[in-house]
């Protein structure tokens, strides 16, 4: 009953690896992009529209830059929403950061040399070397900025993960060898509390997801915590009759018990 989540640099197989170990352990396998189709689905959104949270478009940052939070909102509730259903393995550019540090899970980066992810790439997107060579360092560049932009989680900080995976340094079997011994680790040593605070964390981030998503709340700057499937939900402004209109979109999230709303005033200091 693990999760594992893989953040894999671009060209360093890290889907292979992902797919290898979910086999071995019997879990359910997912990438980043079916999360994004799921997450486009579920709110009502394009997928070209979320590949800025697990992908690089030409000019797509630009173009989306006020809904960049908002997008990384869907796609984070979706990835902890399937997280909660335990024995999954993850495999993202950028998933790995959803997963709450609650003893459920594994956070792991798949690396590679540079030389040998420009070999891959430069074959799997049938593009000349330098150019192969070009396109990584252009994408490594700006998935790093644009993650810290929207989360403030340097991906190639080593400090971020429990476990690196270089592709090249060791065979296959064995990677999938120690990400199973980690996932059965996790298995012996977490705890009932543990997956309780993963499940509320996971209630939410859909609840902040499904409020954002609704036209008469948008951007409405409010703070969504839950324990023990009771929500709460803080902002300016929750008066009637915003506030019933709140726990009623709350309400709708399946897993959610209660929904607390209270108005927070907004607080002015003098100059």
Known sequence: MAVIAINQQLGSSGVE?????????????MTGTEIIAVAAQRYNVSQEQLLIVDDRRPNFWERVRTDSAK??????????????????????????????DVGCGLRARAVAPFAERVKRVAADEKRAAPVAER?????DREMRGRIMTLSGFDLDDPGNYHLMLNVFAAPLAALVDTICGYAQYIDNSATAAGWRAMRDTALAGQVRAALLAHPKLGNAPMKVSCSAGLVEVSGPGLVPPWDNLVYQVGMQVQGVESVHVEDQPIEFTSA
């Open 17 to 29: 690896l992902g797919q290898h170990a979910a086999e071995k352990l019997g879990y359910r396998f």
């Open 135 to 139: 396109r990584l360092r252009d994408h």
């Open 71 to 100: 997008l990384y909102c869907y796609f984070n509730a979706t990835a902890l929403s399937e997280m909660a259903k335990d024995k999954l393995v993850l495999v993202g550019r950028t998933i790995a950061q959803n997963l709450p």
